[in-house]
């Protein structure tokens, strides 16, 4: 069974400010790793995923994430936040045989003038 | 073109009604999902459809809860005599490819906020 966790449930960051959204998970077996982004009343919007090879991933927005296998993590960064970037992140693990998608709680990033 | 539509947006019944909840997935999409998530929480994993066949009802809580997709598109989750407990956003999903594209990217809709009163 994998499982995921979200370090921060609230990050406030000022304008222009860098931001590290930070995520770890647990699985015995070969795993996918997902970061959405909710806005508020829409839905989950896919920002990056890793599946294999280069640990450094970069996704929409100006996002990017580290995928390291021998810290579990997957932590989320932006070198510089804008105060349309202010939603709810959410990680998420799948095993690379199946289709469930375990997500973490989220953290709520709030970013301000 | 058109994304993951949910209806209603909103829902609000009193405890003991019945609740059907409309998942209408991407023109196309083979896979379907259905998710819980509650405040302050993250999507929780409800079932799992692969074209009309129902291929994972692992996460679904109990047996007041039941999902059809019956020609592999439109969806229903059904709640019956819901509890105050299943106050809750659900939410769907749905992939271009099947199960064994482990890869494959969700796309989910907005969402049906229940509240049992």
């Known amino acids: 069974a994998q499982s995921v966790t979200q370090l921060d449930s609230q990050v406030p960051v000022f304008e222009e400010a860098p931001v590290e959204l930070r995520c770890n998970y647990s699985?015995?077996?070969?795993?996918?790793l997902f970061w959405y982004v909710q806005y508020p009343n829409q839905g989950l919007q896919l920002l990056l995923k890793y599946l294999s090879g280069s640990t450094l991933v970069k996704g929409i927005n100006g996002f990017e994430a580290e995928f390291n296998k021998s810290q579990t993590s997957f932590h989320l960064r932006k070198p510089s936040v804008h105060i349309s970037d202010t939603a709810e992140y959410f990680c998420?693990?799948?095993?690379?045989?199946?289709?469930?998608?375990?997500f973490g709680a989220g953290t709520r990033l709030f970013v301000k003038a | 073109g058109a994304g993951v539509s949910q209806s209603p947006r909103y829902k609000v019944t009193k405890r003991g009604q019945d609740v059907a909840l409309r998942c209408d997935p991407i023109s196309g999409h083979v896979s379907l999902y259905w998710y819980r998530q509650a405040l302050g929480q993250g999507p929780e994993f409800l079932t799992y459809?692969?074209?009309?066949?129902?291929?994972?009802k692992s996460g679904l809580p109990n047996d007041r809860f039941s999902a059809e997709r019956p020609e592999g598109s439109i969806s229903t989750l059904t709640i019956q005599r819901t509890e105050q407990r299943d106050s809750a956003m659900y939410r769907c999903a749905s992939s271009p490819t099947g199960r064994l594209a482990g890869d494959n990217e969700q796309f989910f809709g907005p969402g049906t906020r229940l509240t049992v009163l």
């Open positions: 699985s015995s077996v070969s795993v996918y």
């Open positions: 459809f692969n074209y009309e066949a129902q291929q994972d």
């Open positions: 998420a693990v799948r095993n690379t045989g199946g289709f469930k998608t375990i």
